[in-house]
């Protein structure tokens, strides 16, 4: 079983940056991040591989999100820049052994979730 913990959630204005981390209790294969906004269901943002030589990422955050990992210290981050107010979601990650997937039933880890907060 691993655990994965994320932190850096926050109220920011738009156009605002943030960084999101996810860490992890021990080694991880791919790492997503998801999120949910109130009254919508749960929508893939961004995955890494445990490599790093596999980043899938969804289409309204193309160019604005960065997902990047450092296995030494078994955390994932997902950069978050020129945020919008329609990027309000509270942001999970999740992790499995090593599928490489943007399917949400691929993953087994999942972290409590983290609030993003963007203010117009």
């Known amino acids: 079983q691993v655990q994965l913990v994320e932190s850096g959630g926050r109220l920011v204005q738009a156009g605002d940056s943030l960084r999101l981390s996810c860490t992890a209790s021990g080694r991880t294969g791919t790492v997503g991040w998801f999120r949910q906004a109130p009254g919508k269901g749960r929508e893939f943002v961004a995955a890494i591989s445990w490599s790093g030589d596999w980043m899938s990422y969804e289409d309204s955050v193309q160019g604005r999100f960065v997902i990047s990992r450092d296995n030494g210290q078994n955390t994932v981050y997902l950069q978050m820049n020129s945020l919008k107010p329609e990027d309000t979601a509270v942001y999970y990650c999740?992790?499995?052994?090593?599928?490489?997937?943007?399917?949400?039933?691929?993953?087994?880890?999942w972290g409590e979730g983290t609030q993003v907060t963007v203010s117009s």
């Open positions: 999740a992790a499995n052994r090593g599928i490489v997937s943007a399917r949400e039933s691929d993953y087994d880890f």
